[in-house]
């Protein structure tokens, strides 16, 4: 009966109702939303490195080095010597091993020397590899592939010529020796998507008439000499390590930690990247507190409408009361219709959140490399569906409780 009277009640105020739910499916998918992103960025950020077992480089910081070897922030306190990277590679325990070579940019972007391998054992979002959308791989000395926004951004397509620049913020630039763009990677949502990518030996040929930071005074060597010189570098910047098996992880890490021929450091990259998160994660947390009191907002609204409403509706009370209607009855039906109103509301925003998703999936990823899962609704989203309808019942107790001290003679009084 009450759940009747509730649900006629509602009915019989559609308009004001309809804002309210509305209201609350908005809060709701906005909260419902922002913890999709939140943990769909989390997902995608644990996947910018994957199938890579160890990231080696100079002793220094596991956050350090993750973020100047895999996103290309910041730089590296030292370079590997060539020597530690081939005792390295001599392992037993080493599968396959990527060098890295940083230091240079290209307008404003990160230029990275390494080899072919690195088309094939770089690996990101569970294993899916890198494409090429345009053009092909790394062919000549002097071939660069670059990464999907480098091209966007600078409108690059295979075949065009680029300078590189000798640091990250210099003005001197290796300009006697032009690369040409050879292929544009397909969009991936990691750090590949801002870097160009040429050829480890490249870095050594473009630095051949350069030393203490300038190039050398007098004429410049010839593209053709530099070609036929042994262009093996002095030093790395880093190195990406794949295992033979996972549990040799641990040993070949204490080994190359305990390295006595110079400082090295290697590191795993999900646990780095954990120690990464719990620093930039605080973002998330910010966002999901104010999603949060964006919810508590709509609920006070569903609040004051009630109580807004309660002066107009004394009658009703009144004549209800005068059928024989107990006060619980009145209590309860107004904590109902409260609890109505969210169960409706939170059933809308979780349709806007699930609608929104199935279409605007493919754009995300495409334009942000940001991959939301579809999965059906969970147990965290249940229990915030179930906190909204509780809250609600909750807040409603207020003007419930001033609609069932109500008297049957204020009720019926009638005002001039």
């Not at 959140?353 to 579809?374: C, E, K, N, Q, S």
Request: proline letters at 4%; charged letters at 15%.
């Amino acid at each position: 009966m009450i759940l009747r009277l509730a649900f006629r009640s509602l009915l019989a105020r559609r308009l004001t109702v309809a804002l309210t739910i509305l209201s609350i499916g908005l809060s709701v998918g906005l909260f419902l939303g922002v913890e999709k992103i939140r943990t769909g960025a989390r997902a995608s950020f644990a996947d910018t490195i994957s199938d890579t077992d160890l990231i080696v480089g100079a002793r220094s910081g596991s956050v350090q080095l993750l973020l100047y070897s895999v996103f290309r922030i910041g730089n590296a306190t030292n370079n590997v010597t060539w020597k530690s990277y081939q005792d390295i590679a001599a392992r037993p325990e080493v599968d396959w091993i990527v060098p890295m070579s940083l230091g240079d940019s290209h307008k404003g972007f990160r230029v990275m020397g390494t080899t072919a391998a690195f088309f094939d054992r770089y690996r990101y979002r569970g294993g899916r590899g890198l494409e090429i959308a345009q053009g092909a791989v790394l062919g000549d000395l002097y071939d660069a592939v670059i990464g999907a926004d480098v091209a966007a951004t600078l409108g690059y397509a295979p075949g065009d010529p680029i300078v590189v620049a000798h640091g990250l913020a210099s003005f001197l630039s290796h300009d006697d020796q032009p690369f040409r763009v050879a292929g544009v990677l397909a969009k991936t949502g990691t750090p590949v998507d801002r870097t160009v990518i040429i050829d480890l030996e490249a870095i050594t040929a473009i630095h051949v008439d350069w030393g203490s930071g300038a190039r050398t005074q007098g004429p410049g060597t010839p593209a053709d000499k530099i070609r036929a010189m042994d262009l093996t570098p002095d030093a790395i910047t880093a190195a990406l390590v794949g295992v033979k098996s996972r549990l040799k992880i641990f040993t070949l890490q204490r080994w190359i930690n305990d390295y006595a021929q110079e400082p090295l450091l290697a590191v795993l990259p999900g646990v780095a990247l954990q120690e990464l998160w719990a620093i930039v994660g605080v973002a998330g947390t910010a966002l999901i507190a104010v999603s949060g009191m964006v919810v508590v907002t709509a609920l006070l609204g569903m609040t004051a409408m009630i109580l807004s409403g309660l002066d107009a509706r004394r009658r009703e009370m009144a004549i209800f009361r005068a059928m024989g209607a107990r006060p619980g009855v009145i209590l309860g039906m107004l904590v109902l219709e409260a609890m109505l109103c969210a169960a409706l509301g939170a059933g809308l925003g979780l349709a806007f959140v699930y609608g929104g998703l199935a279409i605007g999936r493919p754009m995300i990823d495409a334009a942000w490399g940001l991959w939301l899962p579809l999965d059906p609704p969970g147990a965290a989203e249940l229990v915030v569906l179930v906190a909204v309808i509780g809250a609600a019942g909750l807040a409603s107790l207020i003007p419930a409780i001033r609609a069932y001290r109500l008297s049957l003679a204020d009720g019926m009084m009638v005002k001039i």
